[in-house]
Nanobody, 121 residues
Framework: QVQLVESGGGLVQAGGSLRLSCVAS????????MAWYRQAPGKQRALVAR???????NYVDSVKDRFTISRDNAKNTVHLQMNSLKPEDTAIYYC???????????????WGQGTQVTVSS
């Protein structure tokens, strides 16, 4: 089976930084895109950043100048460097990846368990 495990969340003051990491493990044949989503209390889960296998990157406008997504294909890992954090960034951050498991024909979406990011004002 495939698992995504996030780490790096925590409590930080406004203006501070955090670096999130997500490692995919299991019987993996191929990983296409990897992404970070977040869900604040009372709100829908929303895309933060996505990185495709060829390196193409998308960010939501609110984080474009502050967050950086990167990927280490050899380690099946995606990172999210978050700088200049704001209270409105407070949310549970979820790792997402489009993965084709070994012996499977199709790519499926997988989700991590989430890691809490809290930014105090």
């Amino acid at each position: 089976q495939v698992q995504l495990v996030e780490s790096g969340g925590g409590l930080v003051q406004a203006g501070g930084s955090l670096r999130l990491s997500c490692v995919a493990s299991g019987t993996i044949d191929s990983i296409s895109s990897m992404a970070w989503y977040r869900q604040a209390p009372g709100k829908q889960r929303a895309l933060v950043a996505r990185i495709i296998g060829d390196g193409a990157i998308n960010y939501v406008d609110s984080v474009k100048d502050r967050f950086t997504i990167s990927r280490d294909n050899a380690k099946n890992t995606v990172h999210l460097q978050m700088n200049s954090l704001k209270p409105e960034d407070t949310a549970i951050y979820y790792c997402n990846a489009l993965i084709r498991p070994t012996r499977m024909r199709n790519f499926d979406n997988y989700w991590g368990q989430g890691t809490q990011v809290t930014v105090s004002s």
